[in-house]
């Protein structure tokens, strides 16, 4: 069994199974310091329910996503660019052909902030995250390159089996 | 006595073009789908708009659905993908300010001290929560918030029940270095 101390957030989640809990409180029992982690990890887990937002509006979406699937139409980007795979595709190869241009132009290292400045407007160009939805950046926001040449996983909602 | 229709039923009239069914599907699962959004951009009308898409999305994609009795896990990642990518939007366009969580809380009413005191706690909590990474921050609202279980997070997410855990960790220890001493037991 994994240590007690990495089943806390779990206990305090309510996810453990049985004789996982049964094995965290009679820790707990005898390890101050494992209390003292599962009272604040509880406190916080507490102080986030407590800032949950419930969402104000009764108003259902309904009439407009009905009225958005009748006409067939999806969203302003769609309507305007379409959503088919040629057009992500050369979308997505223009916007990197774009950002290797603009990384070639502009000078970086020849001066104060123009590493930043290319690196910014680089990232501008590239991202063409939008034209799918899909995840192609790392969670800390990094776009992988390799993501970017192959265009990623564009089918992300597929419920697979 | 009628039976209620499960969602993966739903989806198949659905497919069938029933709008009643559909309709239906859109007005169980609206309120979660928007609260969840909510929480995921600060945003009440950035959340109806795109709790719009996820629903127009979903009807697209209804004849493709393959029915498993996983109806909630698969909304949440047409959700959670529409987020993350307005989230990163949001990141190059810097000159869109985001304004965390901010929310119609049905008006100003003034209250005793303590009302203002815990006020100022949640804000400072949703500005922590709109801090973080936002896989992080996805799997702690799907979990926390909308009451996924992590196998049902881990399938939202397209990741495994181990790196569910392990975003929801990270996510919470950087919520407690940054709200420590902001609460009695933090």
């Known amino acids: ?35 003292r982690e599962a009272e604040q ?26 009225a958005r699937t009748q006409s067939g139409s999806g969203n302003t980007r769609e309507w305007l660019f379409g959503n088919g795979p040629w057009m992500r595709s050369g979308l997505v190869t223009a916007a990197v052909a774009a950002g290797l241009v603009v990384g070639i132009l502009i000078p970086v290292g020849d001066g104060p902030g123009s590493l930043e400045l290319a690196t910014e407007e680089s990232s501008w160009l590239v991202d063409s995250s939008w034209i799918s939805g899909s995840s192609w950046l790392s969670e800390d926001g990094a776009a992988g390159l390799d993501d970017i040449l192959l265009g990623a996983d564009l089918s992300d909602e597929g419920n697979g089996s | 006595m009628s039976q209620i229709p499960d969602d993966d039923t739903l989806m198949a009239r659905t497919a069938r073009g029933e709008e009643a069914a559909f309709r239906l599907l859109v007005q169980r699962w609206e309120r979660e ?5 909510v929480h995921m951009l600060g945003s009440v009308e950035e959340a109806e708009d795109l709790a719009q898409d996820t629903f127009v999305k979903v009807y697209r994609k209804a004849e493709s659905y393959r029915p498993a009795g996983k109806f909630r896990s698969w909304l949440f990642r047409i ?27 049905g008006g100003d ?8 005191e815990q006020t100022q706690r949640e804000q400072e909590i949703r500005k922590a929560l709109a801090g973080l990474p936002s896989r992080q921050r996805q799997a702690l609202v799907l979990h926390r918030f909308q009451g996924l279980r992590y196998k049902e997070v881990a399938a939202a997410m397209e990741t495994t029940v181990p790196g569910v855990e392990s975003l929801i960790q990270r996510a919470l220890a950087t919520l407690r270095s940054q709200l420590a001493g902001k609460g009695d037991l933090l």
């Open chain 1, 1 to 35: 069994m994994r240590h007690i101390r990495e089943l806390i957030q779990g206990y305090v989640a309510g996810e453990l199974d049985r004789e996982q809990t049964e094995a965290v409180e009679e820790h707990l029992v005898s390890c101050s310091d494992c209390r």
């Open chain 1, 41 to 66: 990890a509880g406190a916080l887990w507490e102080m986030l329910g407590a800032a949950s937002v419930n969402h104000p509006e009764d108003r259902s979406i309904w009439p407009a996503v009905r």
């Open chain 2, 33 to 37: 789908v928007k609260s969840f959004l």
């Open chain 2, 79 to 105: 959700a959670g993908n529409l987020a993350r990518s307005r989230l990163r939007r949001r990141g190059i366009l810097k000159w869109i300010r985001f304004d965390p969580f901010v929310h119609d809380t």
């Open chain 2, 109 to 116: 009413q003034p209250g005793p001290d303590k009302v203002l």
